[in-house]
T-cell receptor, first 109, second 114 residues
Framework: DQQVKQNSPSLSVQEGRISILNCDYTNSMFDYFLWYKKYPAEGPTFLIS?????DKNEDGRFTVFLNKSAKHLSLHIVPSQPGDSAVYFC????????FGAGTQVVVTP | KAGVTQTPRYLIKTRGQQVTLSCSPI?????VSWYQQTPGQGLQFLFEYFSETQRNKGNFPGRFSGRQFSNSRSEMNVSTLELGDSALYLC?????????????FGPGTRLTVT
């Protein structure tokens, strides 16, 4: 019953450029979306969140956009750095987090 | 502020034994959730505790149980261990009030069942 989906399994981007990760969701009501970054064999690291009463949230190099009419959110990372190479997950938070397959980001020099 | 801490970090048990894992949340956080991470299944939700009450539960057998204490520390217990229980067990804490629902993960306990 995954209601938040990332349709791009991987993304390759050059160092210094923008990384854009996308996520679609269903069944909107009051919601709170979270983005996590994960390295292999480690737990996820919280990056940034957005509630459905906003359409943008920014924290340093990370900006999340929420398009409620399209039920779509995106994470922008500018500029991308080699340490950003990881798997990124978007998830809806309401007690339990459901992580899908995520998007593997590879930042190349 | 100290992060989420989990003990022990590594554990080796044999089939049929039981194990208890511990999690101390970030100070002030009242919600603690547990997850199982395996290479094949990814991150799977086990259960969430809030103010000593189980508030959400995932699809795991009854061998997996948990509890939360009045200081918000939580323990997870797995009885009659099976080889398939080998995984990284992650604990995450959250304020879970107002508009703050971010969950912060601990380093995990790596359980190996032989």
């Amino acid at each position: 019953d995954q209601q938040v989906k990332q349709n791009s399994p991987s993304l390759s981007v050059q160092e210094g450029r923008i990384s854009i990760l996308n996520c679609d969701y269903t069944n909107s009501m009051f919601d709170y979306f979270l983005w996590y970054k994960k390295y292999p064999a480690e737990g996820p690291t919280f990056l940034i969140s957005i509630s459905s009463i906003k359409d943008k949230n920014e924290d340093g190099r990370f900006t999340v956009f929420l398009n409620k009419s399209a039920k779509h959110l995106s994470l922008h990372i500018v500029p991308s750095q080699p340490g950003d190479s990881a798997v990124y997950f978007c998830t809806r938070s309401w007690g339990k987090l459901q992580f899908g397959a995520g998007t593997q980001v590879v930042v190349t020099p | 502020k100290a992060g989420v801490t989990q003990t022990p970090r590594y554990l080796i048990k044999t089939r049929g034994q039981q194990v208890t894992l511990s999690c101390s949340p970030i100070s002030g956080h009242r919600s603690v959730s547990w997850y199982q991470q395996t290479p094949g299944q990814g991150l799977q939700f086990l259960f969430e505790y809030f103010s000593e009450t189980q508030r959400n539960k995932g699809n795991f057998p009854g061998r997996f149980s948990g509890r939360q204490f009045s200081n918000s520390r939580s323990e997870m217990n797995v009885s009659t261990l099976e080889l398939g229980d080998s995984a990284l067990y992650l604990c995450a804490s959250s304020l879970a009030t107002g508009d703050s629902y971010e969950q912060y993960f601990g380093p995990g306990t790596r359980l190996t069942v032989t």
